[in-house]
């Protein structure tokens, strides 16, 4: 029914026809499309060069007196507890291999058609935390866990790599209820890139490139069978950031096949809402379509492509201003409800936690891009509340689902309640575990140059070995408390470089007075400049 909000590229249209017929191959024919796309976006859009650029995990480390610290201290435990054997029980049972020890339950248990997307997730969330820790326990679970995956995936000899069969793939392509197998197959194939991106797991990458081309296979059989608008129309359950994930495969091997497979991944029917500015995205699934942003955001970035920078940006607007919490969170019962009528969905089952962490990537993104502090200071809102807020105190595994916002309503006594360490594994456990590890990705960015710059947009206690600056920087922040109006935050410098200049920008947050903002370089005082 939403037919009418396809994209239609009619100029890409127009080039194709132009397309020399000599040319037999379809890799040659999405070459010639692509030449079109450098054409028309070279003097409109940036490169990727101009975004702000992710500081690495590696040079950042969390300190022991910051919340953020403790929350991923007790992640780490729980990361420790979980069991390679019965993380990966039902892949090698799928496989036709031997399984020792005991299936998890939940949504792992061996039943359950979602059976294998926690094990994703903690591919991706034992890449970030040995990143962000070196633990040395998390880097033998991990590498264990590819280990017996990739004898899974021999054992098959395809490239299809899950927990469950490739069966339930059938059913997807026929239009057939199944639970979602895009969506577990998204978590694994990111988790195995995070394995070889933040851990350098060669093997890791050699699986993910061997499952893209086993589904990039599937999809061109299914378009040649039925029809282009049919596998449209498939997409209608939910597929995960499939596009997001093989834009970023595609970012290393430089592989036309996983572009063209992430485009076919870019869900018109909702992207084409986007595309023409209607906030017509009452009713849609919110954790569904969140990701989708997320990958079409990974798409300008590939291939500069403006109309998906107006597609995140746009997306981002009507989020924050209409559909949002004061938590800077979104959905009730899963689901976005109309627009700037909020006060009426207020209960226990609001701001399901795998929507914040998703809706965090969105403006991260955003921020990169832009620099503009509204963007941080939404990233700051959101993780505070629908991050931090999700664990039980220091118990390892014990989390939440939901976020209750409703008038005397509890944590505990929400639809779902608090999670097991053990037979639980919902969705918002994967992204739990992945928000954890990673939680010092976002309090620094830099930007390259002759003179590097670099952008503290989080207050957090936590060091940072600035390499293009040539400098360690620790930030501590003092304790708060509610009688002080202040926060306050130390920085000092250590340098080995004499002589490297170097511009450091601190932001102002908007719950701050720009006017009472106060700082001190050795002692002396000097005047801010307010970018918001």
């Given at each position: 029914m939403f037919s009418h909000y396809h994209l239609i590229p009619t100029d890409e249209l127009a080039w194709s026809n132009l397309f020399p017929r000599r040319f037999l191959r379809e890799e040659q024919e999405f070459e010639w499309i692509m030449t079109y796309r450098k054409l028309k976006n070279s003097a409109e859009s940036n490169s990727p060069g101009d975004f702000l650029k992710e500081v690495s995990l590696h040079d950042v480390r969390l300190d022991p007196?910051?919340?953020?610290?403790?929350?991923?201290?007790?992640?780490?435990?729980?990361?420790?507890?979980?069991?390679?054997?019965?993380?990966?029980?039902?892949?090698?049972?799928?496989?036709?291999?031997?399984?020792?020890?005991?299936?998890?339950?939940?949504?792992?248990?061996?039943?359950?058609?979602?059976?294998?997307?926690?094990?994703?997730?903690?591919?991706?969330?034992?890449?970030?935390?040995?990143?962000?820790?070196?633990?040395?326990?998390?880097?033998?679970?991990?590498?264990?866990?590819?280990?017996?995956?990739?004898?899974?995936?021999?054992?098959?000899g395809t490239g299809y790599l899950s927990a469950f069969p490739s069966e339930q793939f059938d059913r997807f392509e026929a239009v057939k209820p199944v639970w979602a197998p895009y969506y577990t197959i998204h978590k694994i194939m990111a988790?195995?890139?995070?394995?070889?991106?933040?851990?350098?797991?060669?093997?890791?990458?050699?699986?993910?490139?061997?499952?893209?081309?086993?589904?990039?296979?599937?999809?061109?059989?299914?378009?040649?069978?039925?029809?282009?608008?049919?596998?449209?129309?498939?997409?209608?359950?939910?597929?995960?950031?499939?596009n997001d994930v093989l834009y970023r495969l595609f970012t290393v091997t430089n592989d036309s096949k996983h572009l063209l497979l992430a485009h076919l991944f870019d869900k018109p029917c909702f992207l084409g809402l986007l595309a023409v500015q209607a906030d017509d995205i009452s009713g849609f699934h919110a954790n569904t379509h969140i990701p989708i942003v997320v990958g079409s955001q990974m798409r300008y970035e590939v291939t500069g492509d403006p109309l998906y920078k107006t597609i995140g940006t746009f997306f981002m607007d009507i989020v924050n201003s209409s559909h949002s919490y004061a938590t800077g969170g979104t959905s009730v019962g899963e689901f976005w409800t109309d627009p700037k009528r909020l006060a009426t969905t207020l209960e226990t089952e609001n701001e399901e936690s795998c929507t914040t962490y998703n809706m965090l990537k969105v403006s991260r993104n955003l921020f990169r891009w832009t620099k503009e502090v509204a963007y941080a200071d939404y990233y700051e809102?959101?993780?505070?509340?629908?991050?931090?807020?999700?664990?039980?105190?220091?118990?390892?595994?014990?989390?939440?689902?939901?976020?209750?916002?409703?008038?005397?309503?509890?944590?505990?006594?929400?639809?779902?309640?608090?999670?097991?360490?053990?037979?639980?594994?919902?969705?918002?456990?994967?992204?739990?575990?992945?928000?954890?590890?990673?939680?010092?990705?976002?309090?620094?960015?830099?930007?390259?140059?002759?003179?590097?710059?670099?952008?503290?947009?989080?207050?957090?206690?936590?060091?940072?070995?600035?390499?293009?600056?040539?400098?360690?920087?620790?930030?501590?922040?003092?304790?708060?408390?509610?009688?002080?109006?202040?926060?306050?935050?130390?920085?000092?410098?250590?340098?080995?470089?004499?002589?490297?200049?170097?511009?450091?920008?601190?932001?102002?947050?908007?719950?701050?007075?720009?006017?009472?903002?106060?700082?001190?370089?050795?002692?002396?005082?000097?005047?801010?400049?307010?970018?918001?």
């Open positions: 007196s910051s919340v953020q610290w403790r929350a991923q201290q007790t992640n780490l435990e729980y990361l420790l507890l979980l069991d390679v054997d019965s993380l990966v029980w039902s892949f090698r049972n799928t496989a036709g291999l031997p399984t020792p020890g005991t299936a998890y339950g939940g949504w792992e248990k061996p039943t359950c058609e979602l059976r294998g997307h926690f094990v994703g997730h903690y591919l991706s969330a034992t890449a970030h935390m040995w990143a962000s820790t070196y633990n040395d326990g998390i880097g033998e679970r991990m590498s264990a866990v590819v280990t017996a995956l990739a004898a899974c995936q021999e054992k098959m988790g195995l890139l995070d394995q070889y991106t933040l851990a350098g797991n060669k093997q890791a990458l050699k699986m993910v490139t061997w499952m893209a081309d086993y589904f990039y296979n599937r999809v061109q059989n299914v378009i040649a069978k039925y029809s282009l608008e049919r596998h449209w129309l498939s997409l209608n359950e939910e597929t995960g950031g499939m809102r959101a993780l505070t509340n629908g991050v931090l807020s999700i664990q039980r105190g220091t118990e390892p595994g014990i989390m939440i689902y939901m976020l209750p916002l409703g008038h005397g309503v509890s944590k505990a006594r929400s639809y779902h309640k608090w999670g097991t360490k053990f037979d639980s594994f919902w969705c918002c456990y994967g992204t739990g575990i992945e928000s954890f590890s990673k939680l010092g990705d976002s309090i620094y960015f830099e930007e390259q140059g002759e003179v590097p710059s670099l952008y503290i947009i989080q207050y957090v206690s936590s060091s940072l070995n600035w390499k293009a600056g040539g400098t360690v920087i620790n930030q501590k922040i003092d304790a708060l408390s509610s009688w002080d109006p202040y926060l306050r935050a130390t920085f000092t410098f250590s340098s080995e470089t004499a002589g490297q200049l170097s511009t450091l920008n601190f932001r102002i947050p908007s719950w701050a007075s720009s006017d009472g903002a106060k700082a001190d370089l050795n002692g002396k005082k000097f005047k801010s400049t307010n970018s918001r």
